[in-house]
């Protein structure tokens, strides 16, 4: 009888543990495919837990900048668009290759170095782009103004028929904004030819400000302003054009060393393991590496005082 009353608890136990265990795996697989479909972690955390309880709110007050500012690497990457991380992953790239080939982590190296540089000059190159399209949007708002105004139609009306695009949405509202509410339109204008690109509106607001003021033809004044600033599109085309040729040739010297080691590594010479592994190699890559980038600042500078002169 003692032997049947200690059985029929064990067996009980293991009875109750053979139905608990389903349950909580269930349980569990539950909760894992709630949680992968309730958004986002914190807002998971936010839903499968309660809220705890606050700080005072004195001292949530002052931590609530420091929270706003972030880490350091996240203020960094937040300023960086996705071209420049193709750029930085570009870079990368380029610096993994020639280190998983050689064995060696300076060219990893190299190209973290040459990342910084590089989303720079995309950057110029970026805001180069944006300057010549307002330029261009300068040209076509002299041209749509002069004709609105040999419409028939006041400069307000005729600017707000015209609109301003291509100068920014900050700089249009204010523009349009002065001329809809009866603002100072050359000061506004004045204002916005401070972007880069729209220098031609300060020739807008003078040709707006002596009409106003003395009653002449604003639409001969801003096909004068059209005209000028045209010339200058075309002679920053012709600068261009004849500095293709002088930046073609810098770009193919720059990538004549790369070639080189292909070539190498093509006749079966290895020359990453002779750059990267022996002290000749190390000096006389250090070597070519400051010579290679003498060459590309010489050459930049030379074409930047080209363009000096021609402005």
């Known amino acids: 009888m003692t032997v049947l009353a200690g059985a029929v608890p064990a067996a009980a136990a293991g009875a109750t543990t053979g139905t608990a265990l389903p349950a909580l ?9 709630w949680l992968a479909v309730a958004g986002p972690p914190r807002r998971r955390v936010r839903l499968l837990l309660p809220p705890a309880p606050g700080p005072a709110p004195g001292r949530a007050a002052r931590r609530r900048p420091l929270r706003a500012a972030g ?57 180069r782009r944006r300057a010549e399209r307002r330029a261009e949007a300068v040209i076509a708002l002299c041209g749509a103004l002069a004709g609105e105004v040999l419409a028939g139609r006041p400069p307000e009306r005729a600017l707000l028929a015209a609109g301003v695009p291509g100068l920014g949405e900050e700089a249009a509202a204010g523009i349009l904004a002065a001329a809809r509410y009866g603002g100072n339109v050359p000061e506004a204008l004045r204002a916005a030819a401070g972007l880069p690109g729209a220098d031609g509106l300060r020739g807008v607001a003078a040709c707006w400000q002596v009409a106003v003021d003395s009653g002449a033809s604003l639409a001969a004044g801003l096909e004068r302003v059209a005209e000028a600033l045209r010339a200058e599109r075309d002679q920053r085309e012709d600068l261009r054009t004849q500095l293709a040729g002088p930046r073609a040739t810098v770009l193919v010297l720059a990538l004549l060393p790369a070639a080189g080691l292909l070539l190498g590594a093509g006749m079966g010479v290895a020359p990453l393991q002779v750059l990267l592994h022996t002290p000749e190699g190390l000096a006389a890559l250090v070597a070519g590496g400051l010579l290679e980038w003498a060459g590309l600042a010489w050459s930049a500078a030379i074409v930047r005082r080209a363009e000096g002169a021609a402005r």
């Open 25 to 33: 795996a269930g349980l569990c697989a539950g909760v894992a495919g």
């Open 71 to 127: 880490p350091p690497l996240r203020r960094l990457t937040r300023r960086w668009s996705v071209p420049d991380s193709v750029v930085a992953a570009g870079c990368l790239l380029l610096g993994g290759v020639p280190a998983l080939a050689g064995r060696s982590p300076l060219p990893l190296l190299t190209g973290l170095l040459v990342t910084v540089p590089a989303v720079r000059v995309r950057r110029r190159r970026a805001a």
